[in-house]
């Protein structure tokens, strides 16, 4: 089973702490990324990792930073977290190879207060 | 740019069959996925096109038109375990290497008795 990782499941962080969301995929995927859900806007992303130290950046990549040091391991950096970053964070990795579906993580429920 | 639109709700009794539509306009396109997601879980993989026509999996269905820009997901014999949120994304061609899972903002499927 492809199993994929976030640290923490629940986050409060005040704004302005700089702050840290991993994600592990144990399956040697190549691809990794970062999406934001929110109510009516659905899944956003953030951030794209097709490779070790390669990084691309999305559709809303303002305010974050990403980090793939390891290919099993693709962290979220938000720099100085601010109250509009409250959101569920979504990590999910897949194959590089077309027609491989994506497996998510189980979320991480951030807030900024 | 990218657009993907799908209805946002809809609602259909249980037993019946329903049709959820997506149409989307990116800058490359390399395959259309279906994912389901429940209320407080993880989305999870449901079906994949990547050409013309209709690919069957069960109670479920998924169709592409690439030159209309356009797929359904269909659903038969609705059960009340169906009630998720059923999101369309598009893996996007943006670059060598640089292939997102772009997402749009999903449609609410609400199967009553």
């Known amino acids: 089973d492809v199993k994929v990782t976030q640290s923490s499941r629940y986050l409060v962080k005040r704004t302005g702490e700089k702050v840290f969301l991993e994600c592990v995929q144990d399956m040697d995927h190549e691809n990794m990324f970062w999406y934001r859900q929110d109510p009516g806007l659905g899944l956003r992303l953030i951030y794209f990792?097709?490779?070790?130290?390669?990084?691309e950046k999305g559709d809303i990549p303002e305010g974050y930073s990403v980090s793939r040091e390891k290919k099993e391991r693709f962290s979220l950096i938000l720099e100085s977290a601010s109250t509009n970053q409250t959101s569920m964070y979504l990590c999910?990795?897949?194959?590089?190879?077309?027609?491989?579906?994506?497996?998510f993580g189980q979320g991480t429920r951030l807030t900024v207060v | 740019g990218q657009n993907i639109d799908q209805p946002t709700e809809m609602t259909a009794t249980e037993g019946a069959i329903v049709q959820i539509n997506c149409t989307y306009q990116t800058s490359g396109f390399n395959g259309l996925f279906w994912y389901q997601q429940h209320a407080g879980e993880a989305p999870t993989f449901l079906s994949y096109n990547v050409l013309d026509g209709l690919e069957e999996k069960g109670r479920f269905s998924s169709f592409l038109s690439r030159s209309k820009g356009y797929s359904y997901l269909l659903l038969k014999e609705l059960q009340m375990k169906d009630s998720a949120s059923y999101l369309c994304?598009?893996?996007?061609?943006?670059?060598?290497?640089?292939?997102?899972?772009?997402f749009g903002k999903g449609t609410r499927l609400s199967v009553i008795a």
């Open positions: 990792s097709y490779d070790v130290k390669m990084k």
């Open positions: 999910a990795s897949k194959w590089g190879r077309r027609g491989t579906e994506a497996f």
């Open positions: 994304a598009v893996r996007d061609q943006r670059g060598v290497g640089n292939t997102p899972l772009v």
